[in-house]
């Protein structure tokens, strides 16, 4: 095909192939065992999977209604009353979506508008930025401070102004596998008392946190829940990242306006897996489990990972550890990381990408939801270095 002639304009004239695209095309053409990109490596429940062939051999195969499917937002809505003891209405507060990075573009998209400042906290996930970008917003950048990766709460405050129209915060936090605390809940909600600041706050790693944590959702702090987004992701939540349904739950005046964007971005989302997730979460069981089940994941890699000359950093949540290769390499992150692949047959994620300037500290992210035989694979890999 010849090329298009004319001038392009890009958008995202600095925005690249994602690098979990990047680092499991290498892991792939390289045979590597992939930590790379989060996605977890065993099967999801039978049950679950009987769940949805049910509902397709049924009949359930048209269009979900826009909102999604009334039994799913029923379950989320009792699955937050049992969790944090906040109440969003089924059908006025809750939507299901395709996935959280749907949620995430169609929050972003209802409500920033052009010259919008939007603060976002550094190391980032990838699909924050340019979907401020692509509607016309200026990303503020905020820094998770290095090794901790805590908000700083001198510098926060510096960045809203009046054009600060949304913050974005993301906890249990990727790449860094940090958490945020009550007091920073309650912080961000008494900064923002009195502004017309909207928060999307990116939860899609809910379930998975350790040592008995309490996750701190924005929906436990009523000032901060109403005027905030919450976006979850089945993905994570049933290790199935290929299925896509997530959901948004927010005060009835943001998701009116939410649902603006998300009917022209998607309309709806797949049917037969809103049925069967609605059907499975209706039992806390099945997602209760999750804190202990990935930490006992991250306690098996760190205690392989320990005889290795890499330094491990403290992980509170997600699936992610960082390592630090200070005392290995003076390599940056992304040469390191792909000499890894292609030396030493491991795929890992450098952090540098979740910076806008690339900020280098010498880390790599694993992703440990994986078997433990693979964990295993790993660790050998991670001793030669
Ligand atoms: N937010 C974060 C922090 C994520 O890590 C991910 C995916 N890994 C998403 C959002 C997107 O979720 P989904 O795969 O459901 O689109
Ligand atoms: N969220 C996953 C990760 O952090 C990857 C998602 C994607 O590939 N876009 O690894």
Not at 73 to 92: Q, V
Not at 232 to 250: E, P, Y
Request: aromatic share 12%.
């Amino acid at each position: 095909m010849d090329l298009f002639q004319g001038n392009l304009h890009s958008k995202l004239l600095k925005t690249e192939t994602s690098i979990f695209a990047v680092m499991t095309g290498l892991a792939k053409e390289y045979g590597a065992v992939n930590l790379s990109q989060g996605f977890p490596d065993f099967p999801i429940s039978e049950e679950l999977i009987d769940r949805v062939t049910y509902y397709m051999k049924s009949g359930f195969n048209q269009y979900a209604p826009m909102t999604g499917v009334d039994e799913l937002r029923k379950a989320i809505s009792l699955m937050f009353r049992h969790n944090h003891d906040a109440y969003y209405h089924p059908d006025r507060e809750i939507n299901i979506t395709a996935g959280g990075t749907q949620a995430l573009y169609a929050a972003i998209a209802a409500f920033v508008r052009k010259d919008d400042e939007v603060i976002i906290f550094e190391p980032a996930y990838d699909s924050y930025g340019p979907a401020v970008q692509l509607n016309g917003g200026i990303v503020k950048y905020a820094r998770l401070e290095f090794p901790d990766f805590r908000i700083n709460w001198d510098e926060l405050p510096r960045l809203i102004n009046h054009r600060t129209k949304m913050v974005i915060i993301n906890t249990p936090h990727n790449p860094t596998g940090s958490v945020l605390r009550e007091e920073d809940l309650i912080k961000l909600e008494r900064l923002l008392e009195g502004r017309d600041i909207v928060v999307l706050s990116d939860e899609v790693y809910e379930h998975l946190i350790f040592e008995n944590i309490q996750h701190q959702s924005v929906c436990r702090f009523p000032k901060l829940a109403s005027r905030s987004l919450l976006v979850g992701s089945f993905g994570k939540t049933f290790h199935a990242t290929g299925w896509k349904t997530g959901f948004v739950l927010a005060p009835e005046n943001l998701m009116k306006e939410f649902r603006k964007a998300h009917q022209f971005i998607v309309f709806a989302s797949n049917t037969p897996i809103q049925y069967a997730i609605s059907d499975y979460i209706n039992n806390p069981a099945n997602y209760l489990y999750l804190g202990k089940f990935y930490q006992e994941k991250r306690d098996l890699f760190v205690e392989k990972v320990k005889a290795s000359r890499f330094n491990i950093l403290p992980c509170f949540g997600t699936y992610f550890q960082l390592l630090d290769y200070s005392s290995i390499s003076d390599e940056n992150e992304m040469d390191f990381a792909v000499q890894l692949v292609k030396e030493y047959g491991i795929a890992a994620v450098p952090v540098s990408p979740f910076y806008h300037n690339k900020s280098d500290n010498k880390v790599l992210r694993f992703c440990f939801a994986k078997q433990e035989e693979t964990i295993d694979k790993a660790r050998e890999i991670l001793c030669r270095i």
